[in-house]
């Protein structure tokens, strides 16, 4: 579930960083997407962004040990973004709520929630739609003494993939 270490560092100091070019919508540039891509083989995530509002979402899966996984992620803010139509990228930074819902083989479960900086990241890879394009989002868990998202995926995570389905639209 994790791209390469050097590309999340790259994405959080563009959202740790604050500076940026003037907003998109002053350069007359927009970006939005949907789709799906595999975060790891059998597990699928659906995503759907837009300068405003960025959401993923992993609707069903079984891990290694037999324990079953939903998540959930939704933007509440959006702190930046930042479109490069030349290169056909966008980057979209804010604060979102993340939802894991875990059960487990021996009947119990658990409900993992809270709100987590995050840095998303599209590529338009061109025609067709879903060919080439990709979509990423790495988050910064906390690290608690109880169960939390952070023993799950480690901090920062970032799930990414090229899209088995959908569109990034960068212009």
Do not use: W
């Not at 990414?160 to 639209?169: C, H």
């Amino acid at each position: 579930m994790r791209v390469s270490k050097q590309v999340a560092a790259m994405l959080l100091c563009a959202f740790f960083s604050g500076a940026g070019p003037p907003s998109a919508q002053a350069l007359d540039q927009h970006a939005s997407g949907g789709g799906t891509y595999f975060v790891e083989p059998g597990i699928r995530s659906e995503f759907q962004f837009t300068e405003s509002h960025v959401q993923c979402k992993i609707g069903h899966a079984v891990l290694a040990d037999g324990t079953t996984f939903q998540m959930y992620m939704a933007s509440k803010t959006i702190d930046s973004v930042t479109i490069d139509s030349a290169a056909k990228t966008v980057v979209i930074t804010g604060t979102m709520v993340s939802i894991v819902r875990l059960g487990f083989t021996d009947g119990g479960s658990a409900t993992l929630k809270e709100s987590v900086p995050f840095v998303a990241f599209g590529q338009d890879g061109g025609n067709p739609p879903g060919g080439a394009d990709f979509f990423s989002l790495t988050v910064l868990f906390a690290d608690t003494p109880d169960l939390d998202q952070f023993d799950l995926f480690g901090s920062p995570a970032t799930f990414a993939g090229t899209l088995a389905t959908g569109d990034v639209e960068v212009h």
